[in-house]
């Protein structure tokens, strides 16, 4: 079927109206002489008017807009081989989420509108820390157990109290620790010390800034305190691993001074938000979702964020794990083996690469699948997106039940007709970075894993030797030689 005249006329004008704002000629010699448009001499009449009131000419002959001013036409106007140029100070839009919702695809496509975002991520070189009011209260949290960390909390404390005039809160834990409460400068502030029992206290909106000494289980630690907004989190490397810690402990007064003042990058760790849905629960699960459907906004009893992994696995059953996996309520297969991961980008270079997972950055917002010992060959790990919610139950027909730790903690049996609901929860955790996010992560794949670490490989000029001899000479005499003439 062919277009009517006026469908034609609005669809010339659209084009002519992108020429204008790419600042490409208009042809007008075409269609005076040419005829090819298809047009009528009255159509073509009223499409250059209605063009005539929408630019102007300037001086130079260039086609404005009316209003605009001359200077931002020249930022935007046509360049002398009649291409647009571009400038420096265009917007630009990096989401790794997904482009922006008023991206356009063509004349015609664009994002469609939702509420309904889980998480929005910026930009990863504007991720930077800020105070709209300067920080009172921190956190301090340090690694259990570890004489090694007694000295350094007893002087971060101090410094924190006396320097910065900060309310310093710690856990009561950790005033019943005899080594510490034999240290004579201690005594002296511990008075000072504002204490609060995990499980008991809720510190949702009564801390700033949250400090850390130890290894990567202190950062873990803060992350389950703080079930909703987490504050900024600021680690030091003093445990055995120290993947998620990238502060040195030498110079600590000039770096939290510098992070204090605002000036420091962030890094947001998404978690998962894991629901567990007991069988007896359905119709409480159905009457929640109905009438509260961000559930992630006031986090229920049975729910919990978790900043690594959530594992399913079999447990002491001597039986391979029967697990099915739904991805936004549709089957997607199952899991036969010793258990699944779902971890978070972060938690991809924890138990899931030790499974065979590849490692994503903490910007990259996704959730991994990785299988533990799966029955079967061709099943690899799996990224799916984000904003997708995992439902996890035990196939009807498995000989054995599974079981279910968040983080390595709160480890509960999974039933026949229970299910899991695991999907990213909006309250990242917000890591401050020693350098930058690229700096860290790599710094870390380096220090802690020896990501890539092998013998360099000899150049050409190192074996020059070797295709210089004869046949006849063996390896053992080649190396005796370049003793020799060292």
Not at 252 to 269: I, K, N, P
Request: aromatic content about 8%; hydrophobic content about 35%; proline content about 6%.
């Amino acid at each position: 079927m062919a277009l009517s005249d006026m469908d034609l006329a609005t669809l010339h004008e659209n084009r002519l109206e992108q020429r204008w704002h790419y600042g490409l000629p208009n042809s007008h010699h075409i269609y005076h002489h040419g005829y090819q448009d298809g047009f009528s001499a009255m159509t073509r009449l009223c499409l250059e008017r209605n063009l005539q009131r929408k630019v102007q000419p300037d001086l130079n002959g260039n086609c404005l807009e009316r209003g605009r001013s001359r200077e931002n036409a020249n930022a935007i106007g046509s360049s002398s081989g009649g291409q647009r140029r571009r400038s420096g100070t265009w917007p630009r839009t990096r989401s790794l989420n997904a482009p922006s919702p008023v991206q356009q695809f063509g004349p015609c496509g664009r994002i469609m509108k939702n509420s309904a975002m889980v998480m929005q991520i910026q930009d990863p070189a504007s991720q930077r820390l800020t105070w709209y009011k300067p920080p009172l209260t921190v956190l301090v949290i340090k690694k259990v157990s570890d004489a090694s960390v007694l000295a350094p909390f007893v002087y971060l404390v101090d410094w924190l109290l006396q320097e910065k005039n900060m309310v310093v809160w710690v856990e009561s834990a950790v005033l019943e620790d005899a080594q510490l409460n034999e240290n004579v400068r201690f005594k002296a502030i511990r008075d000072k010390l504002v204490t609060f029992k995990d499980g008991r206290d809720d510190l949702t909106d009564r801390i700033d800034f949250i400090v850390c000494l130890g290894g990567d289980g202190t950062l873990l630690y803060a992350s389950l305190l703080f079930q909703q907004s987490v504050p900024p989190v600021m680690a030091f490397h003093l445990g055995s691993l120290g993947f998620l810690t990238p502060f040195r402990f030498d110079n600590f007064e000039e770096q939290l001074t510098s992070v204090l003042e605002g000036h420091a990058a962030l890094t947001l760790r998404s978690r998962l938000r894991c629901v567990m849905h007991r069988r007896g629960d359905r119709k409480h699960e159905a009457k929640t979702l109905e009438a509260d459907p961000d559930g992630d906004a006031r986090p229920a009893a049975n729910s919990i964020l978790v900043l690594n992994e959530v594992v399913i696995d079999r447990g002491p059953s001597p039986y391979l794990s029967n697990i099915d996996l739904f991805l936004d309520g549709k089957y997607i297969t199952s899991v036969q083996g010793d258990g699944l991961i779902v971890s978070t980008p972060t938690g991809s270079t924890a138990y899931a690469a030790a499974a065979g997972a590849s490692m994503i950055h903490p910007s990259v917002p996704a959730i991994m699948v990785t299988p533990i010992c799966p029955h079967s060959l061709s099943f690899r790990p799996i990224v799916v997106p984000a904003g997708v919610e995992l439902k996890i139950s035990v196939s009807p027909e498995s000989r054995n039940t599974s079981w279910v730790s968040f983080d390595g903690r709160n480890r509960q049996e999974l039933f026949h007709g229970d299910s899991l609901r695991v999907t990213t929860s909006i309250y990242p955790v917000p890591c401050i970075c020693a350098q930058d996010q690229i700096s860290d992560w790599f710094a870390s794949l380096a220090d802690g894993l020896h990501w890539n670490v092998r013998k360099r490989q000899k150049c050409l000029d190192e074996l020059s030797d070797l295709t210089a001899s004869g046949s006849e000479d063996t390896l053992d005499e080649i190396e005796n030689m370049k003793l020799y003439d060292v």
